[in-house]
């Protein structure tokens, strides 16, 4: 840890006179999104089903993918990361809150997870897997990942608020212990998570990097949210004491490698696949590339990955945060329509079949956490006001 301490750059808070309208507007969008997703789930609740699981995923793949770059942050030492780590804190304590607009997902979980609605006496596959698949197992397993993540998230930020008061390096020491603590088991949670939610749409499909894949996704969508954040920030007039042109750079390549990784676990999935051509596993690819999904497959290998590598394969682009925060935008999108590959031909096989639903869920859920976000901005300073780091962290040259 460096003991450069002096000289530190002052503590930065939030004005909300910058906010302007837009957390009215998150507000009223988040209420009568909301509402608009009652109404609409009453009467088609099979899609309503879908299309929340949809919304729901995309948002929990952020919010673990940010509380990843916060642990990488305190188990490597970085100091580069002290100026943005405040709000990948931020992002990642809405998982409780998150949880809580996931709720619905009880009412309808049989619709979407069909083995719920299946007797194990009636389904051979089922009775296989009866001891992990059966429903008071699946719920408490996903109260476990809720809890887990959030409060490991809760920890953290915690520490580095008490550091802000104090100045004390434990509350560092304490929380990269908490990083070494949280690694296996998070990684052990999120791909059983990302098996019970997603895989579980079709209980014959079996992916030994599933997981891998879920994560590779939520990190890199996890990034592109803090580059636009910062973006945002800094246009604002904040962070600039602490993020310099460099960083520019190294979130660049952060972006490039992580493009990288999706796409090659990505590749390395669907080639085994293909490989051992074994019927159960097939089915998964098989179904998504039947009529229009096709589309929206070449869409995702042409826009996640070789059109984000071309862009951010040479240098000098890199350094232009406008540049950066457009690659991130796309990237996002890509995967949002990743994400709706993973759940949406599950209901709709025949080909891709756009819903109200699928967007509004995406609108409500993201609105309301956008604006508790948005809310509770100004409760802290932007960035960790006495980190030992933070000297390091402000003048920062890749």
Known sequence: MSDETSHLPPAETFDYKHVGGRFIGLCVTAVVTLLLSLVLGISNPQQFAFSWLFAGWFF????????????????TDAAWSVGI???????????????????PLLLVAPKVWTWMAESPAHNHELAEKAAYLNINFFWIRTAVYFLLFGIVALLFRRNSLAQDKDGAAIHSIRNRRLAFFIIPFGAIAL?????????????????????????????????????????????????????????NFAFGKLLLAFTLFWGWIAFV??????????????????????????VLGILLVVGHFILPFCLLLFRGPKANARFLGMVAFWILAMHLIDVYMLVLPVL????????VLDVVSV???????????????GDSPLWPSRDPRLAEAANFND
């Open 60 to 75: 929990v793949t952020i919010l673990i993918g940010s509380l990843f770059w916060v642990i990488v942050h305190h188990a």
């Open 85 to 103: 780590r405040r709000q990948l804190e931020n992002i990642s304590c809405q998982l409780p809150l998150l949880a809580l607009l996931l709720l």
């Open 191 to 247: 791909t059983f998570w990302s098996f019970d939610w997603m895989m579980g749409l079709n209980i014959r499909f079996v992916s030994t990097i599933f997981g891998i894949y879920n994560f590779a996704g939520a990190v890199l969508a996890a990034l592109c949210v803090i580059i636009l954040l910062a973006n945002a920030l800094r246009s604002a007039g904040y962070l600039k004491r602490v993020l310099t042109a460099q960083h």
């Open 269 to 294: 999935q669907y080639m085994l696949i293909w490989y051992a051509n074994i019927p159960e596993e097939t089915s998964f690819y098989v179904l998504r590339s039947t009529g229009s999904w096709k």
């Open 348 to 355: 709709h096989p025949e080909g891709f079949h756009p819903a």
């Open 363 to 377: 609108l409500a859920i993201g609105s309301t956490l956008g604006a508790f976000f948005l809310k509770g901005l």
